[in-house]
């Protein structure tokens, strides 16, 4: 969130100043994300947040009616 906040304030701040310094902004912002994004990766792919079942869904629907 403070990210969002420091890089909306650098725009409108940029945009007081001129077209042209807004558009160094907007190029200057775009680097800056990009870098935080790539020092961010660790290079392991994400994992799923969900854990597999097994068996079908019949399965499953039949152990969940079983057990209440």
């Given amino acids: ?19 042209w310094a807004l558009g160094l902004a907007i190029i200057a912002d775009s680097v800056a994300v990009a870098v935080f994004v790539l020092l961010r990766d660790d ?6 947040a969900v854990r597999s079942v097994p068996g079908t869904v019949h399965d499953v629907l039949e152990r969940a009616r079983a057990a209440s």
């Fill in 1 to 19: 969130m403070l990210l969002i906040v420091s890089l909306a304030g650098i725009l409108f701040g940029a945009a007081l100043i001129g077209r």
């Fill in 43 to 48: 290079g392991v792919p994400a994992q799923p």
